[in-house]
């Protein structure tokens, strides 16, 4: 956790004070010389008469009093500013110094009530552009980052640099300031960007300044953390203590700067493997820290965390555990427990993540002590308790984030949660009297890992569809999305500086505008909240209720710090858990897997089956399955489990003769095992009927080649509908409108097929894309991820006859990030996508069977149809090999 090291002045407005004393005020708060800055606003104070001035001066000296360190001080001087009668901008002003104050608390939920209310009053008094505002918007980017919402802090922080360029020049302490902030922000993100904006700032204080001053120090101090994470220890040492040695001679008093140094000074010791040294400073950080907050402040729990980690490192498991206790006194405002069977009640800690990281640490050191030392069931029982507590934090922390990249981002840290969730519980069912509760727990926290973020989104879609909320709030929050998704895409084409300038404030105005909007929806809907957040993990029982004898359920999931894989194997009568030891070839295999198809290169192919086989498929799973519904975790999601091997291999086979999967079972793909669950709730159309798309011929800037095999296609399979006097639609080159695919005529049909190219872009998911044509200017012919997003579809079955659509960024702890998960959320109950790039002509000839199958037996699944189809293709001369029906995976149950 990083200190609260940014630097902002609040503006005086000329002309209500004194210019000297403005000039005196301003250059002593550059200085950090904060005692001083307090007698000269005293002396203005007795001389200034004009409520309006003494508002702002009085505001200057809480500002002042909260750098300084000295809270109790600076809440009186706001209290005292509050009860007189101020105008909305006052107001504003006041509210802004409270957030300060609260964020350098660790007061997070008021900061970020006090800076919200701020902004409301800015925009009341029209100066939300104002370089007033920009100090509140700093301040808030500063707020989301100090608590891991790393995207949203860049967005706030980049239109609080915004506004200050439109009024100062670029050699301006502001400037610098916000340089510096997003500096902080990228050092969790992007270290090299991080390095260049503390570059831009330190150059623009050497020229104000000197280097002799604390706002080098302040650049010494982050540049020393970058050149830790880039493992040049000695660079970070020399650069922290010349920044301590600066600090010392401002603040003579403990001050939260000093201590975040010595924290950081003591980090890099361990680094470097002298424990001793790092040791030495975490005590007189946390003593520090100790003196200007007190005992109640999340930087000390910080510190209580890494003096923890450092101890149970050392086999010193009982001070460990009474270290990540105190951590846990430290950050949560009601909790004062020594006992280490005792966990907080979630209900007024500080910070989230730095809580989070607590819990997991003590979990660990519990599961430490187990197998190091005790061998005492319960020390196990209550790690996994600990563990239940910091999912239910997971939750409440994943329900505060607005923006998707950082509840994505929050998946990463729940991951390890779940990761030692599984382990844990799996290691008691093994010595348990009764098991069958802990491997439903272990299923539990494997679970929690899939898809959280799609799941609740798609949560957030259904409880409006049930909240009662009017049609016309719902158009104008599809319209606000829609422009949202639009900016997003646009930014992720590299615009000019100018341009990204312009589509960097308008993000954060359509942001802004979204969040009051869900706001209001919660508080006028209370039934919607409800609803939204009403998302339980699905039971092993429930998950059955929803099976046949016939099929049985695969999932997946890898604890990657300790190379484990699980398997969790669900029939109608029976559930089982199967773990391997991951062998240090596994991700070489799954790329030799996935290149020995594309390449038909059948010895890669051969040994990489064998070794993935051995792995994925449990041995002796009934003999009445015949349908496997795969979820998949992390790379898996990339392969074609229909390409594994159900038995063993002659040396002499070829591609045509292999035991595939495929000749066993029909296999199938969902995301979660919540997400079964979820889309049985909702009705598709009851009859048969079909939307059909080819474009044919594409746009030359594209470069893209002509399909002319799927205009045949399209037209094939209109025909079999047609015969069976089912309702069809075909749209065949410029009638294949990006317009008419985003309309409301595409509720109407069960099925939805789209034949043609397909773009998935794993850096840039927002410019992952299907192409179709425009016929007007309103459109460009690209049917973006963020589009699809905002469809509303309510297909039984989406079909994407198009190249890799299966593919995707692959997220730890949400899967792959890619067409696919949008066509999930916009409404889609099955799709089938492909994981490479086939000629159009054999998927032509898979796609009519697929569906001729599927209208000749009305009982059978899709999973069943696609199956017989890719049969079909082995059985043939020109496509049996797997490289023509392998790619194509339907993803649904």
Wanted: aromatic letters at 10%.
């Amino acid at each position: 956790m990083k200190s609260i090291l940014f630097f902002a002045v609040l503006l005086l407005s000329a002309g209500i004070v004194h210019s000297q004393d403005l000039s005196t005020i301003d250059a002593l708060f550059f200085d950090s010389q904060y005692d001083q800055v307090l007698t000269v606003i005293d002396a203005a104070l007795k001389k200034t008469s004009d409520g309006n001035a003494r508002a702002i001066l009085q505001n200057k000296k809480a500002e002042a009093l909260i750098r300084g360190g000295k809270f109790n001080d600076a809440e009186q001087q706001l209290k005292d500013i509050s009860a007189q009668s101020q105008t909305a901008f006052q107001q504003a002003i006041t509210q802004t110094n409270y957030g300060l104050l609260y964020l350098y608390q660790g007061r997070n939920d008021r900061s970020l009530e006090a800076l919200q209310n701020a902004l409301q009053n800015f925009e009341k008094d029209g100066k939300e552009n104002s370089p007033e505002a920009a100090q509140a918007i700093a301040h808030l980017g500063n707020l989301y980052r100090s608590t891991g919402k790393y995207a949203q802090a860049e967005e706030q922080l980049t239109r609080a640099l915004a506004i200050r360029q439109k009024f100062f020049k670029d050699n301006n302490e502001w400037i610098a300031a916000s340089y510096n902030d997003l500096g902080l922000v990228y050092s969790a993100t992007d270290p090299d960007k991080a390095l260049t904006y503390y570059e831009k700032a330190q150059a623009i204080y050497e020229t104000l300044h000197g280097k002799d001053h604390p706002k080098i120090a302040l650049a010494n101090t982050n540049t020393g953390f970058i050149y830790r994470q880039m493992e040049l220890y000695g660079d970070a040492v020399n650069n922290f203590e010349s920044a301590l040695k600066t600090w010392e001679k401002i603040y003579a008093q403990p001050h939260p700067t000093k201590a975040f140094v010595l924290f950081s000074l003591g980090e890099t010791y361990l680094k470097m493997g002298d424990k001793k040294a790092a040791l030495g400073y975490y005590d007189r950080a946390l003593a520090m820290y100790e003196s200007a907050y007190g005992k109640k402040h999340p930087e000390r729990a910080s510190v209580w965390n890494a003096i923890g980690n450092l101890k149970l490192s050392e086999g010193n498991f009982n001070e460990a555990l009474k270290d990540y206790q105190y951590a846990l006194q430290a950050n949560v405002r009601s909790f004062e427990s020594d006992d280490l069977t005792v966990n907080p009640v979630l209900k007024d800690f500080y910070n989230g993540n730095t809580l989070l990281y607590s819990l997991l640490n003590k979990a660990q050191a519990l599961e430490s002590r187990y197998f190091g030392k005790t061998l005492k069931l319960p020390e196990l029982e209550l790690a996994v308790k600990t563990l239940q507590v910091a999912d239910t934090l997971i939750d409440r922390l994943r329900q505060q984030i607005t923006n998707e990249t950082d509840k994505i981002a929050l998946g990463a840290i729940a991951n390890e949660i779940y990761a030692n969730g599984v382990r844990m519980t799996h290691e008691i069912a093994q010595v348990a009297l009764h098991k069958r509760p802990w491997r439903a727990l272990s299923f539990y926290f494997a679970e929690k890992s899939k898809s959280a973020v799609l799941l609740e989104a798609i949560s957030d879609v259904n409880a409006k569809s049930f909240a009662g909320i009017p049609a016309a709030l719902l158009e104008e929050e599809k319209s606000l999305k829609a422009m949202i998704a639009l900016t997003a895409q646009q930014l992720a084409q590299k615009p000019s500086e100018q341009e990204e300038r312009y589509l960097r404030e308008t993000a954060f105005n359509l942001n802004r505008s979204y969040e009051n909007f869900t706001r209001q929806l919660e508080t006028k809907f209370p039934e919607y909240f409800n609803l939204k957040y009403n998302t339980a993990s699905p039971s092993i029982p429930e998950l059955q209720a929803r099976m046949d004898d016939h099929t049985a359920v695969l999932s997946y999931f890898t604890d990657d710090k300790n190379n484990h894989l699980y398997i969790f194997v669900v029939t109608k009568k029976h559930f089982s858990i199967v773990d391997h030891a991951l062998p240090p070839s596994f991700d070489k295999y799954i790329t030799g897997l996935r290149n020995s198809l594309y390449f038909n290169e059948i010895n890669t192919y051969r040994r990489a089956a064998e070794n993935l086989s051995a792995l994925l498929i449990p041995d002796h799973l009934p003999h009445a399955v015949k349908d496997l519904v795969i979820l998949p975790t992390g790379r898996l999601s990339i392969v074609p489990f229909e390409t594994l091997l159900s038995g063993k291999v002659k040396r002499e086979a070829s591609f045509a003769t292999l035991p595939y999967l495929l000749r066993q079972y029909s296999v199938r793909y969902e995301f979660s095992a919540s997400l079964i669950l979820q889309k049985s709730k909702t009705k598709s159309p009851a009859e048969a009927s079909i939307f059909l798309c080819a474009p044919v011929v594409f746009d030359p800037k594209e470069n893209l080649n002509e399909l002319p095999g799927t205009e045949s296609e399209v037209n094939e399979i209109s025909q079999l509908f047609t015969t069976r006097h089912f309702r069809n639609a075909v749209y065949t080159r410029d009638k294949a409108d990006e317009q008419l695919a985003k309309s409301d005529a595409l509720k109407n049909f069960s099925y939805l097929h789209f034949a043609t190219h397909g773009i998935v872009d794993e850096a840039n998911p927002e410019l992952s894309r299907i192409f179709l044509n425009a016929t007007t200017n309103a459109e460009d012919g690209n049917l973006f991820t963020g589009e699809i997003y905002n469809l509303q579809l309510n297909a039984n079955l989406v079909t994407l006859s198009a190249c890799q659509t299966g593919l995707g960024k692959i997220s730890q702890g949400e899967g792959v990030i890619g067409l696919s998960r949008a066509l999930v959320y916009a409404g889609a109950k099955n799709i089938i996508v492909s994981f490479w790039s086939v000629a159009d002509e054999s998927t032509a000839e898979l796609m009519k069977d697929f569906y001729g199958t599927m209208l000749e037996n009305p009982g059978s699944t899709y999973s069943q149809n696609l199956r017989q189809a890719k049969l079909d293709l082995l059985k043939s001369e020109r496509f049996k090999s797997p490289y023509y029906w392998a790619p194509f995976v339907l993803i649904g149950f």
